[in-house]
């Protein structure tokens, strides 16, 4: 491998769960996201595309029964049937906003993704009304994907089936655990019956794809728990699964109680972490699945599908609507007001509601969708070659040596793989790959 000198050094693994851990979706980090850049992003959105590009609509429904103890999404639990009118039709009018600008005019959505808090939190009638208005502004029969996210105790079977009548191809599902002590521990709002009751409404009505989502690590698990979490989903059978590793943002109830000594919170350490991770994966691989991405495996054929992260990963323009939601448009990154009240007042007042935004150069491009594609397991010199004129490869040199001293990555013929520890710890490796300038900073 071509070396070239470079001053970082190897970032520290982890070996206990403390907060500010994250799961890397972007870069650089939101902390570098500023308020001044806003005119930036219009400006982006007042430009005509990069022809070829693929545009993605992100929907961001805030509202859940609880609020789960490891949650760091903007939800509300305390919002009445008259909030929740309000905020879809402010929805409906940021979206009507943004599909006039040129940037966005005229494109089909390759995908659409209904992310909370909880989508299914909405009526049946509530959500039909949603979707019929929103795709009069932005037509999606074209899309080749359209997920939304589920909470099992939400879900009645007319709701089901109303999420499938609005042309949803991925229902995922968020079990998380399916031990009650563990779910009410960690604020979860269903419990395990649930689950099992909503499961034949689902695959009667024939979605093109049903995922499972899984956290290992949530407090209170074990061995034990842990795998029978791996036993009952594999009973269920899903298209795909999900896992991913406990982490402790900064605004989480749990990070709170830990930083103000309210309250002792016992999660499980790295090594723990990752191996229950690697049980689950190894599990699911002998029972035909495949390994995905460091957090999905698929069953073959054509459920295994994730057309919302393979193209948020390689670089696709992704049109985030609703409170705090985030977007990437011509290579700008942008956030939308992260509070009820500014976002519902400047869509209501007829505004892009962007409160931060991140103009991104050729290089923190070509960064971001290296370390996003890492995720993946391996990727290929060849692509960034021909998209950015770069060589990974020898661009990153330094970078792949420390990883492949230890161990972490395995480099040949023009391909980075990386190996099984590796892939069960890529959050904590992307950094290495970071500019010098946000390393150490905070992520958020």
């Not at 859940?64 to 929805?91: E, M, N, P, Q, S």
Request: include cysteine; proline fraction near 6%; aromatic fraction near 10%.
């Amino acid at each position: 491998m071509t070396t070239r000198s470079d001053p970082a050094t190897t970032v520290a693994d982890p070996t206990e769960t403390e907060v500010g851990s994250v799961f890397v979706s972007n870069y650089p980090p939101y902390s570098f996201w500023e308020m001044d850049q806003v005119p930036r992003a219009l400006e982006a959105l007042g430009r005509p595309a990069q022809p070829g590009t693929p545009l993605g609509l992100y929907l961001h429904i805030p509202f859940c029964r609880k609020r789960c103890k490891f949650c760091y999404f903007k939800v509300y639990t305390d919002k009445t049937g008259d909030d929740v009118r309000r905020y879809a039709a402010a929805l409906t009018r940021e979206v009507e906003l943004l599909a006039a600008l040129p940037a966005i005019a005229g494109r089909p959505l390759k995908f659409v993704y209904f992310g909370g808090g909880t989508p299914s939190f909405l009526a049946a009638k509530q959500l039909r009304a949603l979707v019929k208005r929103i795709r009069t502004l932005l037509p999606w029969q074209g899309a080749e994907e359209v997920t939304f996210e589920c909470e099992p105790g939400t879900l009645t079977r007319p709701k089901v089936e109303a999420i499938r009548e609005v042309g949803v191809t991925r229902l995922s599902l968020g079990v998380e655990s399916f031990d009650d002590r563990v779910l009410e521990e960690n604020g979860r709002a269903h419990r395990s019956a649930e689950i099992h009751r909503v499961a034949p409404w689902i695959r009667a009505a024939g979605f093109a794809q049903v995922n499972i989502d899984l956290i290992a690590g949530m407090v209170g698990e074990t061995w034990e728990t842990w795998r029978e979490n791996v036993r009952r989903t594999l009973e269920l059978a899903p298209d795909s699964v999900t896992v991913y590793q406990m982490e402790l943002p900064f605004n989480t109830v749990y990070s709170r109680q830990i930083l103000d000594g309210s309250g002792s919170v016992a999660v499980a350490d790295w090594e723990t972490k990752r191996a229950w991770h690697d049980h689950a994966f190894r599990e699911f691989e002998s029972a035909g699945y495949r390994v995905s991405s460091a957090y999905t495996v698929v069953r073959p054929g054509p459920g295994g599908r994730f057309v919302y992260r393979d193209s948020v990963w390689r670089g696709c323009d992704l049109l985030g609507t609703g409170v705090a939601s985030f977007s990437h448009v011509g290579g700008v990154h942008f956030q939308n007001e992260a509070d009820w009240g500014p976002y519902l007042g400047r869509v209501e007042a007829g505004e892009i509601p962007i409160a931060r935004a991140f103009v991104t150069d050729p290089a923190e491009r070509l960064t971001r969708e290296m370390i996003l594609q890492l995720k993946l397991g391996r990727v290929e010199r060849e692509p960034f070659r021909r998209k950015f004129g770069v060589d990974i490869l020898e661009r990153f040199a330094p970078a792949w040596d420390r990883l492949a001293a230890r161990r972490m990555v395995e480099v040949e013929d023009g391909t980075i793989r990386l190996t099984r520890p590796g892939l069960l710890r890529v959050d904590s490796l992307l950094p290495e790959f970071y500019a010098g300038r946000y390393r150490g900073a905070r992520y958020t």
